[in-house]
């Protein structure tokens, strides 16, 4: 029970990975607040995590691109909880793989808005709710082997991981002085729902063996050793790890 009395708020966590990590923080003592936009998912999340621990998860539909649904989550989430002590940026969307000659320009608004303003607009507040409580906090951002590299995705999906990243050090920078820490997990390849995000039903193992660049065999990321890592990087243990970037893909772009 390593964050019993904490507070985390993860998005994008009625399924895949995000709800990997936010059951995990259930498991280790946390109260915990997950958002989604996915109905069927949410339902399910509250059906199975929620109705078990009333008292400790809360669960709140949830565009991350609006301002005011942003606004409604954070103060759901203190009127519960007050503040929190973790930020978790777990939900995220693919593009449709396209470099940039043919980058349709909705896509590449949506992927941004998603990918990369959303996770910033909840930095924002998540810092400014531990500035305020005058307490600790811990920023995860989940990037992607794409913020380093050229060609595990499209165009609009590379820079807004790009992005993250640098958003990731930039909070890193600023705040440490304050107690706040901002890291970063590039993941490889998961098994995860955001494939139904993928346009053309393209998906991130037909992509990796379409280009031959990758063969995945062996080095798909576990979700629940992920959530794992995520815990730890929120918790006091990972205190001198700050704007770090830390590789899940089991060396694969390390060949």
Known sequence: MSHQGKTALVTGAAGGLGRAIAENFVAE????????????????????????????????KC??????????????????????DYAVNSAGIMDRFDPAGDVD???????FAVNLTAPAMIIKRAVNGFLKAQTKG??????????FTGFASGAAYTASKHGLIGLT????????????????VAAGAMQTNIASSMANGVNQEGMALSTGHYNWEGAWCDL???????AYLCSDDSSM???????????????
């Not at 109260?31 to 339902?43: E, H, K, S, T």
């Not at 954070?74 to 929190?84: C, D, I, Q, R, S």
């Not at 629940?224 to 995520?230: D, G, H, N, R």
């Open 63 to 84: 565009d991350i691109t609006s301002e005011e649904a942003l606004d409604n989550l954070f103060a759901e989430a203190e009127k519960k909880f007050g503040h929190l």
């Open 169 to 184: 050090k930039n909070t890193a920078a600023f705040y440490r002085s304050k107690g706040i820490r901002c890291n970063a």
């Open 29 to 60: 003592g946390a109260n915990v607040v997950i958002c989604d936009i996915n109905d069927q998912l949410l339902a399910d999340f509250k059906e199975k995590v929620v109705s078990a621990n009333p008292e400790r998860v809360l669960a709140v």
């Open 241 to 255: 790890i700050n704007g770090a970037m830390i590789t899940t893909d089991g060396g694969i772009t390390s060949l």
């Open 105 to 111: 320009k909705a896509v590449w608004d949506r992927v």
């Open 138 to 147: 811990a920023v995860v951002n989940i990037a992607s082997i794409a913020a």
């Open 224 to 230: 629940s050793k992920m959530a794992k890592l995520v």
